[in-house]
């Protein structure tokens, strides 16, 4: 997983985290910390921050999965910016809509 999208992530569903996953998460992908940077700052073990953050990063893809806040954001904003006219827009953004209702 790219730097980017794990941002993305964290800023979507970062807060169905813990808060020590939260906390640990932020330091590593957001302040760039290294696992052993983070580790002696929390006082806890490198293995643990590694842990924290594999399993953090785990679901927040399987958040992803689930709910596809951000594959419908991206297909929203692709639509917005390929649409000729207000009415095509109006379309495919009724389209998506329906299709979302669909799959539930």
Avoid: P, W
């Avoid at 996953?21 to 302040?31: A, F, H, N, R, S």
């Avoid at 290294?34 to 490198?46: H, M, P, V």
């Avoid at 927040?60 to 827009?89: A, D, G, M, R």
């Amino acid at each position: 997983m790219n730097n980017i999208l794990a941002n993305e992530l964290i800023d979507t569903y970062g807060s169905l985290l813990t808060l020590r996953q939260q906390e640990i998460m932020d330091l590593y992908m957001k302040e760039d910390l290294s696992y052993s940077e983070i580790a002696q700052e929390l006082n806890i073990s490198r293995t643990a921050v590694m842990d924290a953050v594999h399993k953090g990063l785990q679901l927040l893809e399987k958040y992803e999965k689930n709910i596809k806040f951000l594959q419908f954001k991206k297909e929203i904003y692709s639509i917005i910016e390929t649409s000729t006219t207000l009415e095509e827009c109006k379309r495919s953004l009724n389209d998506l809509l329906n299709t979302i209702t669909q799959e539930e």
